[in-house]
Every structure is written in structure tokens, then in C-alpha cells.
Antibody, heavy 117, light 106 residues
Framework: QVQLQESGPGLVKASETLSLTCTVSGGSISTSYCSWIRQPPGKGLEWIADSYYSGDTNYNPSLRGRATISIDTTKNQFSLTLNSVTAPDTAVYYC???????????WGQGTLVTVSS | EIVLTQSPATLSLSPGERATLSCRASQSVKSFLAWHQQKPGQAPRLLISDASNRATGIPARFSGSGSGTDFTLTISSLEPEDFAVYYCQQRGKWPFTFGPGTKVDI
């Protein structure tokens, strides 16, 4: 069974860079489409980015070029960096994966990242 | 971007009753629409993909229908564990988007 686990700092200072990693177990990342999604406290879900191991990536324009998603097939991990963070970037960040673009068959448990001033 | 509108915002029902949730897209997403369930403090869970395909392990009481711009999630007979927030999600056009959710409560 495929499982995903997010890891990274829970607190990031404003204007700095948020970095998260998602470790995938029970399946190969080379056959998965990998996504990052976030949910501000008490609010809905926002798609950040997705990628395939071939290098194809998509980014939500709302993030104005601040996000980068990358895949490391040797570690079966994928990562997210979000630079120049501000308070509105405070959210639970989820990694997810699926068998085609935009499918989210498997979700990580989520990790809360708080942006502090 | 494609905007998804869900109705109603809240659905108050009792165990054993039928729940009908609606999702409308601002433009056609063909059949590229999924439904996810989220309980408090938990990650979302995929219920239905591509409008009508139940995900692995999802009970038969959950069913999805629709195409184009109008979609429905039906829970035929609510179990206590079904009280949660339900999100629709489209993958017809990037950026992929979610609806605002429908809360099903007792």
C-alpha cells in the first residue's frame, strides 16, 4: 500500500523559504504523478504544483513563481520549496500522488507550517 | 481558472438518510472530476475519480455521476462515519482546483 509522509520545519520566518519533503513508501515514485496541496486553517484546499519524474511540472499561477517542485527518484521522495513566504502561506501542506495528472489517490497526513513575523 | 461551486454549503441529515451533494464547474471538465472526503484533523481521502469511479476500498453506498459542468455525489444511506466535509476537484484544465466543500452534519 502506498504511503506518503511529509517532513520539514513547522515554523518559517516571513520572507524566508519554506522547504518540505514527501517520502513515498510502498510504491515507486517513477510511476506516480506527485502533487503538493495546501489548506489554510479553517479554509479550503489549494493546489500548489504537480510533477512527473520525466520533468514535466505545473505550477499554480496564484503563487507568482515562488514555488518549485522536484522529484528525487533515488530516494523515492519529492520536495516543495516556496520562497518569500508571508503570513497567508500559513497552512497545512499535503503531498499527494496518483496514476495520472491531477489524480490524488494517496495523500500524506499533512504538516502544519506557520509563517512567523 | 475553472471555478467549482458546491451546494449546499451544509447538509444536515440523520444516519440512514440519503445525501445528495452537487458540484458545478464554470466550464466543462468533461468527466475529469473527483470527490474527496475530509474528517476533522485528517487528510482528505479520495472517494470517486473521473466522475463515477469508486476508489479502492470505498463502500458501494458512495456513487458519483455527471459530466461536463454538473456533477453529483450520492451517499445512499448515511453511516455515522460519513459525517464529514466533501470536496469536489477538477483535473480537466490546469490549474486544477477544488470546490469550497459541503459539510454533511447530523
Amino acid at each position: 500500500q502506498v504511503q506518503l509522509q511529509e517532513s520539514g520545519p513547522g515554523l518559517v520566518k516571513a520572507s524566508e523559504t519554506l522547504s518540505l519533503t514527501c517520502t513515498v513508501s510502498g510504491g515507486s515514485i517513477s510511476t506516480s504523478y506527485c502533487s503538493w496541496i495546501r489548506q489554510p486553517p479553517g479554509k479550503g484546499l489549494e493546489w500548489i504544483a504537480d510533477s512527473y519524474y520525466s520533468g514535466d511540472t505545473n505550477y499554480n499561477p496564484s503563487l507568482r513563481g515562488r514555488a518549485t517542485i522536484s522529484i528525487d527518484t533515488t530516494k523515492n521522495q519529492f520536495s516543495l520549496t516556496l520562497n518569500s513566504v508571508t503570513a497567508p502561506d500559513t497552512a497545512v501542506y499535503y503531498c499527494a500522488s496518483g496514476l495520472s495528472w491531477g489524480t490524488l489517490g494517496h495523500w500524506g497526513q499533512g504538516t502544519l507550517v506557520t509563517v512567523s513575523s | 481558472e475553472i471555478v467549482l461551486t458546491q451546494s449546499p454549503a451544509t447538509l444536515s441529515l440523520s444516519p440512514g438518510e440519503r445525501a445528495t451533494l452537487s458540484c458545478r464547474a464554470s466550464q466543462s471538465v468533461k468527466s475529469f472530476l473527483a470527490w474527496h472526503q475530509q474528517k476533522p484533523g485528517q487528510a482528505p481521502r479520495l472517494l470517486i475519480s473521473d466522475a463515477s469511479n469508486r476508489a479502492t476500498g470505498i463502500p458501494a453506498r458512495f456513487s458519483g455521476s455527471g459530466s461536463g459542468t454538473d456533477f453529483t455525489l450520492t451517499i445512499s444511506s448515511l453511516e455515522p462515519e460519513d459525517f464529514a466535509v466533501y470536496y469536489c476537484q477538477q483535473r480537466g484544465k490546469w490549474p486544477f482546483t477544488f470546490g469550497p466543500g459541503t459539510k454533511v452534519d447530523i
